[in-house]
């Protein structure tokens, strides 16, 4: 996880507050408290309530809960610390600081992600490099043996020829041999290493 508790209620704190008074700052301090105690008696009341809808986990609402106080405590003891009028976050040095730092670690985690991305895209282009798609003209007699073998094995005559490639082996001369088999449904993983 990128964003911690406390770095989701930082920034959710830091946009609210930007413009507000000591007064509305202490209002914002005040609910977070309130915010914080229902939280804890939602944990201590019945943390495996059954709902018929999806409920947001309760331990984690109680930590978002808790960062958002100590942030907006934060705030207050800043506007308090410098006697500003209004909380203005291009004033607020460890808030710019810790937005700094947030938007650092998005970039970071962007480029790892994009890395990521490049990565699986070269892989793909590897593994498109080792196929081979080709179509197979089979004389009359043969066609009818693989679709015949096909229909005995409920399947369709391209895998049945798939199933023939994926088993030859090359000699030491440079022979091309298949073992006998019937074919059938391959595993998945035998599939996958196609």
């Known amino acids: 996880m990128i964003w911690s508790s406390q770095d989701v209620a930082r920034d959710q704190v830091r946009r609210q507050a930007a413009g507000m008074d000591a007064r ?9 408290v309130v915010g914080v105690r229902e939280s804890q008696e939602a944990l201590r009341s019945s943390p ?3 709902r018929a809808e999806p409920a947001p986990d309760p331990q984690e609402v109680a930590e978002r809960r808790v960062a958002r106080l100590a942030e907006w405590r934060r705030v207050a003891a800043h506007l308090a610390a410098t006697g500003a009028h209004v909380y203005d ?12 730092e947030r938007q650092e670690r998005r970039a970071e985690a962007l480029r790892a992600q994009a890395l990521r991305a490049q990565a699986a895209w070269a892989q793909r282009r590897r593994e498109e490099q080792d196929e081979l798609r ?16 096909a229909a005995r094995a409920g399947l369709t005559p391209h895998e049945v020829v798939a199933q023939l490639t994926k088993r030859v082996s090359v000699g030491e001369n440079g022979t091309l041999s298949v073992a006998p088999f019937v074919p059938g449904h391959m595993p998945r993983a035998a599939i996958e290493e196609r």
């Open 24 to 32: 509305q700052v202490a209002q914002a301090v005040d609910e977070a």
């Open 48 to 50: 495996a309530q059954h």
């Open 134 to 149: 080709t179509e197979v003209w089979l004389s009359g007699a043969a066609g009818r043996r693989i679709r015949a073998a």
């Open 89 to 100: 976050a291009d004033h607020d040095k460890e808030g710019s600081a810790w937005a700094r």
